[in-house]
């Protein structure tokens, strides 16, 4: 009989997998692009490995990380933006996923703008508060910094401030996103970037 913790692993490693297929076929991960993480504990997370193809995940592509995002198998290497996801999980324990995507069109606003405001779109129904789509709600942009306990720092002290949205951009690098599970995560990565890029279309 399988060992519960490793069949915890199996499952949500088989979550991100399928969500990683996904995106793949969406045009959000290209090449090795993009990270994913789900909580295991308090004081764990499976997280996927530096410089894996996030379309063709597979098992062995997951490795298990504590809270400071240091690997707990020899000779394993992590993302090298995993302070963001231990930012996240450490901030808010009800948070179980963090989800992060490159697509064209988060690439392309977050360039431009500095906050995202989305607002007449009924997929703004699966963001938690906001079940009027006249809402108007502000996605926050972050300047790239290669330091990422400098970014993840910005971060959370955004997040300590105002935080409505379960997710924030990167300028010129992508989205983060995050839900009690991997699934709700996937579904508020597909709503947004579905509405963003309609932004891109529109002009705004």
């Not at 809270?67 to 394993?76: I, K, N, S, T, V």
């Not at 995993?82 to 992060?100: F, N």
């Amino acid at each position: 009989m399988m060992d519960s913790g490793l069949l915890q692993q199996d499952t949500l490693a088989q979550a991100m997998i399928d969500a990683g297929a996904l995106f793949h076929r969406r045009g959000w991960v290209p090449a090795t692009g993009g990270n994913f993480s789900a909580r295991l504990s308090s004081e764990r997370m499976l997280i996927t490995a530096s410089g894996v193809h996030k379309g063709e995940l597979k098992r062995a592509d997951f490795l298990v990380a504590d809270m400071d995002g240091r690997p707990l198998e020899a000779g394993r290497k992590s993302s090298y933006e995993t302070g963001l996801h231990t930012q996240l999980y450490r901030h808010d324990p009800s948070i179980g996923a963090v989800l992060h995507v490159h697509s064209i069109a988060n690439t392309v606003l977050s360039r431009r703008l500095d906050r995202i405001i989305l607002t007449g779109y009924e997929l703004l129904k699966l963001l938690p508060g906001f079940p009027d789509p006249a809402a108007q709600v502000g996605i926050p942009v972050f300047g790239n910094d290669q330091d990422i306990a400098r970014l993840s720092a910005r971060v959370e002290a955004h997040m300590k401030e105002e935080m409505k949205v379960p997710a924030y951009l990167i300028a010129g690098h992508g989205l983060y996103a995050w839900g009690d599970n991997v699934a709700q995560a996937r579904h508020r990565v597909e709503a947004l970037e579905f509405m963003l890029e309609c932004e891109l279309w529109s002009g705004r």
